[in-house]
């Protein structure tokens, strides 16, 4: 069986993911006990994140490298099948944010934050996950002096997508057989938000950059030797430990 570093970073601290991935406010939302107003904040805040994903993604883009040539019906590497992965990310995240907007309208749930003079929303009235998303993303920059230069990018991406499809795929299994007709949010999470979130479509996307990234990762160690699983493992090691407090600290108190 393949060496697969996803596989390791995901039990490499199970206390932490646990936190990042089952937190009170996606209980709530589960349960149909989230108001509109507390989740219209995490909502808010969600878009903006877009924003600042799709900055980082920008990033990524500028620094990936792809082969000079190419040959049909040979795998075309793991820089190009990032790229396609990217491309689908771009898509994906912008239906995300209009679908967000419609259902939101249509739930009469306010996803907007309270700006300033100058139209933007003050740091201060984040959540701290938010402010730590934006600097993950604003960080994301090649390892030049290492081979997979995009390793500890794409780990940050890997990571936030996995880290929301489990999320929210435990907060699906709370669910109750209840229609939403009582639920606090007027059933917006358990009819429209929480199938979008943990469809198939979304499960295969995850595990296609995860793909992509133990591919990439074996390949080096069968050329390289089995001492280069451990110096890869520290290299993203202090990423999905940012990855992890981040996506802990982006449910909102309840």
């Given at each position: 069986?393949?060496?697969?570093?996803?596989?390791?970073?995901?039990?490499?601290?199970?206390?932490?993911?646990?936190?990042?991935?089952?937190?009170?406010?996606?209980?709530?939302?589960?349960?149909?006990?989230?108001?509109?107003?507390?989740?219209?904040?995490?909502?808010?805040?969600?878009?903006?994140?877009?924003?600042?994903?799709?900055?980082?993604?920008?990033?990524?883009?500028?620094?990936?490298?792809?082969?000079?040539?190419?040959?049909?019906?040979?795998?075309?590497?793991?820089?190009?099948?990032?790229?396609?992965?990217?491309?689908?990310?771009?898509?994906?995240?912008?239906?995300?944010?209009?679908?967000?907007?419609?259902?939101?309208?249509?739930?009469?749930?306010?996803?907007?934050?309270?700006?300033?003079?100058?139209?933007?929303?003050?740091?201060?009235?984040?959540?701290?996950?938010?402010?730590?998303?934006?600097?993950?993303?604003?960080?994301?920059?090649?390892?030049?002096?290492?081979?997979?230069?995009?390793?500890?990018?794409?780990?940050?991406?890997?990571?936030?997508?996995?880290?929301?499809?489990?999320?929210?795929?435990?907060?699906?299994?709370?669910?109750?057989?209840?229609?939403?007709?009582?639920?606090?949010?007027?059933?917006?999470?358990?009819?429209?938000?929480?199938?979008?979130?943990?469809?198939?479509?979304?499960?295969?996307?995850?595990?296609?950059?995860?793909?992509?990234?133990?591919?990439?990762?074996?390949?080096?160690?069968?050329?390289?030797?089995?001492?280069?699983?451990?110096?890869?493992?520290?290299?993203?090691?202090?990423?999905?430990?940012?990855?992890?407090?981040a996506e802990e600290a982006f449910w909102p108190a309840t």
């Amino acid at each position: 069986m393949s060496y697969s570093l996803t596989q390791q970073l995901l039990v490499s601290d199970e206390q932490a993911y646990k936190r990042a991935t089952q937190s009170e406010f996606l209980k709530l939302a589960g349960h149909g006990k989230a108001s509109k107003e507390l989740l219209g904040r995490w909502l808010a805040n969600d878009r903006l994140y877009i924003h600042s994903y799709c900055r980082g993604l920008g990033r990524l883009l500028s620094f990936l490298e792809y082969p000079d040539t190419v040959q049909p019906n040979v795998d075309p590497g793991a820089t190009t099948k990032l790229l396609d992965w990217i491309v689908a990310a771009l898509v994906n995240i912008r239906r995300e944010e209009k679908f967000f907007i419609n259902t939101a309208a249509e739930y009469g749930i306010n996803v907007n934050l309270e700006t300033g003079p100058d139209g933007r929303v003050a740091s201060s009235t984040k959540l701290e996950g938010l402010r730590r998303w934006e600097a993950l993303y604003a960080s994301v920059s090649p390892n030049e002096k290492e081979e997979l230069p995009w390793l500890e990018a794409a780990v940050i991406y890997w990571g936030t997508e996995k880290c929301y499809l489990d999320a929210w795929s435990w907060a699906k299994a709370q669910l109750s057989d209840d229609d939403g007709s009582n639920d606090a949010d007027g059933g917006a999470v358990r009819k429209e938000f929480i199938n979008n979130w943990t469809c198939k479509e979304f499960v295969e996307f995850v595990e296609e950059l995860g793909r992509i990234i133990d591919d990439a990762v074996s390949k080096l160690v069968e050329e390289k030797g089995e001492d280069v699983k451990g110096k890869l493992f520290k290299r993203v090691e202090g990423k999905w430990h940012d990855v992890l407090e981040a996506e802990e600290a982006f449910w909102p108190a309840t």
